[in-house]
C-alpha cells in the first residue's frame, strides 16, 4: 500500500488559479501510475487526469484539457495538478490514486486503481 495524502485545495474565483500537491509515502513512488479524480456533490467520482511512471506521457478528461496540468516529481514522491482558468463546473473534492505500474502506461479508471487519499476540495465560485 501507498499512502497519499493531498493538500492545495481552497477557494477561488472563476478564472483563477490552484495547484494541488500529493505526497506518497510507504512504497517506491516511481513505480505506481498517478491520477487525479474528482467528486463533486450528487455525482459519481469522475477521472480528470493521469501520468505514467516516468511521467513521459499523461492524458486529461476533455473537460479539463487545455486547462489543468499533472506532473510529478519522482525525487520528492509527489504528484501536482495545476489548474488554471478555473470554472464553477470544476468544484468538487479532487482525490489523488495510485495504481502499481509495470510498464510505462497510465490508466483512467477508478477500478485500476487501489490508493486513494483523502481528497481536497477545490470551490471555484462566480
Known amino acids: 500500500q501507498v499512502q497519499l495524502v493531498e493538500s492545495g485545495g481552497g477557494s477561488v474565483q472563476a478564472g483563477g488559479s490552484l495547484r494541488l500537491s500529493c505526497a506518497a509515502s510507504g512504497r517506491t513512488f516511481s513505480n505506481y501510475v498517478m491520477g487525479w479524480f474528482r467528486q463533486a456533490p450528487g455525482k459519481e467520482r469522475e477521472f480528470v487526469s493521469t501520468?505514467?511512471?516516468?511521467?513521459?506521457?499523461?492524458y486529461y478528461a476533455n473537460s479539463v484539457k487545455g486547462r489543468f496540468t499533472i506532473s510529478r516529481d519522482n525525487a520528492k514522491n509527489t504528484v501536482y495538478l495545476y489548474m488554471n482558468s478555473l470554472k464553477p463546473e470544476d468544484t468538487a473534492v479532487y482525490y489523488c490514486a495510485a495504481a502499481r505500474g509495470y510498464s510505462d502506461t497510465y490508466y483512467y479508471r477508478n477500478g485500476e486503481y487501489d490508493n486513494w487519499g483523502q481528497g481536497t476540495q477545490v470551490t471555484v465560485s462566480s
Open positions: 501520468i505514467t511512471r516516468s511521467g513521459r506521457s499523461t
